[in-house]
């Protein structure tokens, strides 16, 4: 088992990562656990009809009771009315102050039962065990949780951390390929953006027993990056990486055309692209990053000329102001922001032109 520890300012907590973790969660769960009152254990229906067995005789084998919240699966889970059923659930189920709440799931159930968490009772303790590669390189670490709205994605949300991430990296294997890509987009994100030695890693000859290291290496980046600046003011958004471009492809084609990975792939691009172009960027980081992505079965080139991007990043509610603070790397394996205006990103799109010549490998 790899451990590592998350020290931030409102206390400490580890993550967890090895192959057959979900077997030992019980026990891991223990000292969060009151013996008087059930845990509930959020889910979608995907991930039970795989995890229910083997969840249930790891909490049983500790024995630990459970009251277990079975979501429809799906981003549109994540909302007002979601978050109501899961809050019916808590109070059937009578969890107190103090109770444990499990988000055992992707990102949808992580950012739903962390929110659920964060607000029930003002808060009761959460332990985030993340089966998508998505969710466990990315959001399960960091203590961000929300809901949607109408008026936009992940509007109504708390910072809040978890008590414990426990990651298996053996519950990947039921994870339809797609949603693995996608998950492969944000390992290579933090490759790009921190580490060298992660992004010829992902260059080399991958085994699957080094999917944990992987996955290790990812989380690492993140609390690193978490600790110093855990409300997202500053170094946090290096992990924006490829995302300002990739938000305006999945708000262009509808959420859910492309994945979001699928869309952070075209993005990153897109930036490195962008970079090399006004000379900010080493020649040849777009080049490394395309082949990377089209190792890892990701289409790395956005089929329309980058342009077309400028009013959908323009009409991102986030940035409100003329312009944004983009992510651009200096070179494979460091990243920087840069003040943009939205006239100067579109004019600097323009010159990019269409794609170039997809590699095939
Ligand atoms: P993400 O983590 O990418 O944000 P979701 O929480 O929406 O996304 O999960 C993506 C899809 O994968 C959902 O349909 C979910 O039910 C399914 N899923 C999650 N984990 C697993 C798993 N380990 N095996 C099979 N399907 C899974
Ligand atoms: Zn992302």
Redesign the pocket.
Known sequence: MRTLTVELPGGAYEIRIGDGLLAELGAMLLPFHGEETPVVVVT????WS??RAPLAASLAAAGIAFVPAVCP???TNKSMDGLERLYDVFAKAGLPRGGLVVAF?????GDLAGFAAATWMRGVQLVQVP??L??QVD?SVGGKTAVNHAHGKNLIGAFYQPKLVVVDPE??R???AR?VR??MAEVIKYGAIRSKSLFDTLDGDMKPAALAEIIEACCRIKSEIVVRDERDFGERMLLNFGHTFGHAIERRHGFGHYT?GEAVAFGMVVAARLGERLALTQPGAADALRRLLARHRLAPDYPEPPVVLAPAMASDKKSGGRGVRLVLLRRIGEAFTQEMRFDDIEAALALLGAAPQVFSQ
């Open positions: 979608d229906e995907n991930v795989h995890y699966p799906g981003e799931g992707g990102g949808v159930v089966t998508t998505l969710a959001s519950t990947l039921t994870l339809p949603e996608g998950g979001h």
